[in-house]
C-alpha cells in the first residue's frame, strides 16, 4: 500500500484563521515533507521530517508551522495566512532520508485564503 | 541558471506516436533521477526512476547520461490517458531534498 492520506482535501481560510492540515503514511516511511504548489509550476518544498525531527526548513515564513507527533503523522499549522499562500499542499514520504529513495505524494490539500 | 531544465513543451502529439522529453541537471553530484507524472489538479505520481544503465517499463523508457548531466523520457505508442505533465525531478545529495523541473506537457490527441 503506497497511500499518503492528506485531510482536509479543500480548504477556504480567512486570513485571521487558524487551521491544520494533516497528513498520514503507514508505509514505515521514516521521512515526511511538506510541498506548496501553484498552478502551472513545480512542487517547491517547505519542510523536510527525518526520524520525527525537523531537518530541513527552506525558509518558510512562520505563519507556517509544521509538527510531527510521531512517524506516521505530519501536520501544518496555518495562521494569519495571506491570499498569496492560496496553492496546493502537498505532503509526501519517502523510506528513508537521502538518496535513491522514491517519494509518494498524498492527493494534496487545495487550500484558498480569503 | 535552474538545477534540473526541462523542454518547456507543450508537446501535441497524435494517438500512437512516439514523443521525447529531455531534461538536463546542474549538480554533478546529483545521485538520485526520477520521472513523475502529474494529471491536472492532481498530486504527481512516480512514473518511474531512472537508472545509469537505462530501464524500460512497457512503453515508457528512461535514460541517464552522467557525463553529460542529461535525462531523457521516451513514450512510444502514446495514448490518449498519457496527457499529463511530465516532472524530472533529480536528488542533489542534500539528504531528502528533491529539484523538480518546471514539467512539461503533453497533450496526445485522437
Known amino acids: 500500500d503506497t497511500e499518503v492520506t492528506q485531510t482536509p482535501k479543500h480548504l477556504v481560510m480567512g486570513m485571521t484563521n487558524k487551521k491544520s492540515l494533516k497528513c498520514e503514511q503507514h508505509?514505515?516511511?521514516?521521512?515526511m515533507y511538506w510541498y506548496k504548489q501553484k498552478a502551472k509550476k513545480p512542487p517547491e518544498l517547505m519542510f523536510v521530517y527525518s526520524y520525527e525531527k525537523l531537518s530541513i526548513n527552506e525558509s518558510v515564513p512562520s505563519r507556517f508551522s509544521p509538527e510531527c507527533p510521531n512517524s506516521s503523522l505530519l501536520n501544518l499549522h496555518l495562521h494569519a495566512l495571506q491570499p498569496e499562500d492560496s496553492a496546493l499542499y502537498l505532503c509526501a514520504s519517502s523510506q528513508d532520508w537521502g538518496v535513491g529513495t522514491e517519494a509518494f505524494f498524498g492527493q494534496g490539500t487545495r487550500l484558498t485564503v480569503v | 541558471r535552474k538545477e534540473v531544465e526541462q523542454d518547456p513543451g507543450p508537446f501535441n502529439v497524435p494517438e500512437g506516436a512516439t514523443v521525447a522529453f529531455n531534461c538536463t541537471y546542474s549538480?554533478?553530484?546529483?545521485?538520485?533521477f526520477f520521472w513523475y507524472r502529474q494529471d491536472c489538479r492532481k498530486e504527481p505520481k512516480l512514473l518511474m526512476s531512472v537508472y545509469s544503465s537505462g530501464n524500460e517499463d512497457g512503453r515508457f523508457t528512461a535514460q541517464l547520461n552522467r557525463a553529460s548531466q542529461y535525462i531523457s523520457l521516451l513514450i512510444r505508442d502514446s495514448k490518449l490517458s498519457d496527457s499529463a505533465t511530465y516532472l524530472c525531478?533529480?536528488?542533489?545529495?542534500?539528504?531528502?531534498?528533491?529539484?523538480f523541473g518546471q514539467g512539461t506537457e503533453l497533450s496526445v490527441k485522437p
Open positions: 508505509m514505515g516511511h521514516r521521512a
Open positions: 549538480n554533478s553530484a546529483s545521485q538520485s
Open positions: 525531478v533529480v536528488n542533489n545529495n542534500q539528504g531528502g531534498k528533491l529539484i
